[in-house]
């Protein structure tokens, strides 16, 4: 899979499942402050007259060569893990086939998304 490709897809996982990932297992997700905004400028340097979401700062931080870590707030830490632009390069493509499928028919929902990012973060699913 090109890296593009597995960015578009994670990017999509993180716009429809990133919540319902949070919420469903006890998680939190972590990042540094200085990151986000420094990500944010990137992003409106090059698109001044376009609203910046959320997901879009999330992927300019790895594509700054920051981190993301979902943080196991239920758990004492047990499920913490911190991902870059490479994991994401290297493992989306590792995921259940059956989502990965749905992501390419353009028929994807927060399931998918879910499997998406637990494998990212995981290199598995471990919840649900």
Known sequence: ???ELSESIFHSALCNGLAY???GY??????S????AAAK??????NPNETVCYEDVLLQILKSGGTLTLID???????NSTITLQSVHDLVPQTPL?????YEDENDDAE?????LQTVFYEEIIFG
């Open 1 to 3: 899979m090109k890296p």
């Open 21 to 23: 990932t949070l919420s």
């Open 26 to 31: 006890g998680l939190s997700l972590g990042y």
């Open 33 to 36: 402050k200085a990151e986000y």
């Open 41 to 46: 400028e990137v992003i409106k340097s090059q």
């Open 73 to 79: 707030e239920e758990g004492e830490g047990k499920y």
């Open 98 to 102: 059956r989502s990965l499928a749905n």
């Open 112 to 116: 998918d998304a879910d499997a998406v």
